[in-house]
């Protein structure tokens, strides 16, 4: 009679507690922004982007299951432009944002201004500013696949 009672004890708490796991919504942490090398889109990728694209930019970085659609799948941009990556539109959206939510939400932040604060007292900011978008469009596209 003790077993059972102590099976139904276990199994009463791993029921409670799969049932509070359920219902835990996930929160975004908001942080300032890290200084980073306007030199790495690979750094700035893994700094800024891949708490929600993911290491491998297919959207499922740690902080995608908090975000009301699922972020953007980066590694199939080109595929989704007819081969092509389209190497302005993303320097575009990363500088301006979304113009429309067709393709996405306007969750994700603009990174124009964002980045240019990193580069306030600079001699060039606006010249930074452009080398970081730069660098990290290039190295999305390294993320490509068919």
Sequence with gaps: MPNRIHVAFVAGLLATAAFGIAQ?????????????????GKQMYSTYCAVCHGVDGKGGGPAAAALKEPPTNLAQLARD????FPDAHIYSVLQF??????????????????????????????????QRLANLTNYLKTLQQQ
């Design 24 to 40: 835990t919504t996930p929160v975004i942490k908001e942080v300032p922004m890290k200084s980073t090398s306007p030199a790495s």
């Design 81 to 84: 432009n007819g081969g092509k």
């Design 97 to 130: 944002g979304m113009e429309t939510t067709a393709h996405g939400t306007k969750d994700m932040p603009i990174w124009g201004p964002a980045l240019r604060s990193l580069d306030r007292g600079s001699p060039a900011p606006e010249m930074e500013e452009h």
